[in-house]
């Protein structure tokens, strides 16, 4: 038997959320209790009557990168697409993800085109990575153009957010700039919106430290793995790709307090899961006596069925494409059988799916 197959489920199309609502917070959020297998209603406003004064609320505060480059090959004008990956910070070459018919020659020019449609600048091509990415180096498009060697601020200038498929084909519009970034979103690097902290609005936020919840965060850069469906049929044949995270001792002091003092910890999305449960398993292999310390690094952490939860006691979630590693990860949380109970409800309760979706808190 495949085993993937337990972590598939059928969603109509309808159900897949094609735009957030006009107030983040007013979006539902399903309770899902881990013990007792009971399932609530509720909506996201509402979350501070479900938390408890001593709780910690972990954030990851990483922003999202206008990573979508589109554009035309200047020898053929032949229409191109790619993904920022990475930058070396030395070199300045740009890892780019592309499926362009033909092949790319090296010193072959991309132009890259801004969000209006005007050419912006160039992408000199180098060669390609082992695993198929494209290496290129950022050039303007003339000698009288200013040009800037901060990837980032290129990405501002030129890149489209990187919205995924099944919203509206990926293609962005001018609202997704903010949209599609949290109101705490700090730390420049990720590729994809860590999309269960949409929800939150400062309003929201006061509210929840005014009930005396404390508000921490850390960063996971989001990656192009994290997303994508699980390929393979077996959970032991999966391979991360990894991501950096970070988690400082500020948080990690918060923390250790929160736990001591009888309160919960509670992840906002599964990338803050992967950094909190990452420099645990680090933290444990050190004669450190605290069960968290600071740490910093990249992370390939596949959190599946079996993987013993050592810093979060409770999670709130967006729900998650089939076969997905993310699926994988809140069935090691709830219990798989529950998970998939709430889903087929979720979808009797026609909640919305996905990035701009509806929410869950597994507590």
């Known amino acids: 038997m495949n085993e993937m197959d337990q972590f598939d489920f059928d969603l109509p199309k309808d159900r897949i959320a094609q735009h957030p609502l006009p107030t983040r917070s007013d979006s539902r959020l399903m309770l899902v209790n881990r013990s007792t297998g009971e399932i609530e209603h509720s909506h996201v406003r509402d979350l501070p009557q479900w938390l408890r004064a001593g709780d910690s609320l972990v954030l990851n505060n990483s922003r999202v990168v206008p990573a979508k480059l589109v554009g035309f090959r200047s020898q053929t004008r032949g229409r191109w697409q790619g993904l920022f990956v990475r930058a070396d910070s030395e070199s300045g070459v740009w890892e780019v993800l592309t499926k362009t018919r033909g092949t790319l020659k090296p010193d ?124 393979v049929e077996r959970l032991d044949d999966h391979r991360m790709h990894s991501e950096w995270g970070s988690i400082d001792s500020t948080t990690c002091d918060s923390l250790l307090q929160c736990r001591k003092s009888g309160g919960r910890v509670i992840a906002v999305g599964t990338t803050t899961v992967r950094v909190l449960e990452s420099a645990a398993r680090e933290t444990a292999k050190t004669a450190n006596a605290n069960w968290l310390s600071p740490w910093t690094g990249e992370t390939d952490l596949f959190i599946r069925p079996g993987h013993p939860f050592a810093a979060i006691d409770a999670l709130m979630t967006n729900f998650h494409l089939p076969r997905s590693s993310l699926l994988v990860l809140v069935s090691a949380l709830a219990g798989r059988e529950l998970i998939m109970k709430a889903y087929a409800e979720a979808i009797r309760e026609q909640y919305r799916f996905f990035s701009y979706g509806d929410a869950m808190l597994i507590y």
């Open 108 to 231: 072959e020019m991309i132009v890259v085109q801004d969000r209006s449609g005007r050419d912006g600048m160039c992408l000199r091509c180098i060669a390609r990575t082992d695993d198929g990415h494209l290496l290129v180096k950022p050039e303007p498009l003339d000698n009288h153009s200013a040009f800037s060697n901060d990837s980032f601020q290129l990405l501002d200038q030129f890149g489209r957010i990187p919205l995924p498929p099944y919203i509206r084909d990926g293609q962005m519009v001018d609202a997704d700039l903010t949209d599609y970034q949290t109101v705490y979103a700090k730390t420049t690097g990720s590729i994809a919106a860590p999309t269960a902290g949409l929800h939150f609005t400062e309003p929201l936020l006061r509210a929840i430290t005014s009930r005396g919840v404390t508000i921490n965060s850390v960063t996971l850069h989001v990656g192009i793995g994290t997303f994508r469906p699980i390929s």
